[in-house]
C-alpha cells in the first residue's frame, strides 16, 4: 500500500512544482494522472508502455471463502494493469482491495488480491525520470 501512496505524491509533485493552485483534491490515481497537461500524459504513457514488456505477471492471491471448493477463478484477476490509464485505475483500488477483500467475493465463491507492487515501482521510476526531464527544463508550459 505504500507503494500506491507513492505514486500519489509522484503524481501531485508534478501540480505542486509545477501549477500555482497545486493538485486536485483526490486520491483517484487515474484523475490525477489524466489531470496533468497533455504532454505529461503522454511521456507517461510512453515511458510506461517501454516498461511494461519486461515486467511479470502481477501475482494474485486468491481466496475462498465456500465451505465447498468452488470451480478455479478464470479470467483476469485484479483489473487491467497494461495501459497507462488502466493500471493508475487499478492501482486506485490496492489499498480498497487488500483491506476488504473478504467483501469483493465473486460468483463463484472467490476473493482475489492484486500485488501490483513491481509494477508500482516501476511506475515510480517512470514518474520519477519525467519529473526530472521536465525540472530540467523548467516546467511544462
Not at 42 to 55: M, Q
Request: with cysteine.
Amino acid at each position: 500500500m505504500a507503494a500506491a501512496f507513492a505514486l500519489e505524491l509522484g503524481l501531485k509533485v508534478f501540480y505542486m512544482t509545477f501549477e500555482e493552485e497545486g493538485p486536485p483534491r483526490t486520491h483517484e490515481l487515474k484523475l490525477l494522472f489524466l489531470g496533468l497537461p497533455a504532454p505529461i500524459v503522454v511521456d507517461i504513457t510512453c515511458g510506461y508502455a517501454a516498461v511494461v514488456p519486461r515486467l511479470q505477471s502481477a501475482k494474485v492471491l486468491a481466496l475462498t471463502v465456500s465451505p465447498e471448493m468452488p470451480s478455479l477463478p478464470n479470467g483476469a484477476c485484479g483489473g487491467g494493469w497494461g495501459a497507462a490509464p488502466d493500471f493508475f485505475e487499478t492501482a486506485s483500488r490496492a489499498f480498497v482491495e487488500a483491506r476488504y477483500f473478504y467483501e469483493k467475493v465473486t460468483d463463484a465463491g472467490w476473493a482475489t488480491v492484486t500485488d501490483l507492487s513491481p509494477v508500482m515501482v516501476e511506475m515510480s521510476q517512470v514518474l520519477d525520470r519525467v519529473y526530472d526531464g521536465y525540472l530540467s527544463k523548467g516546467g511544462w508550459a
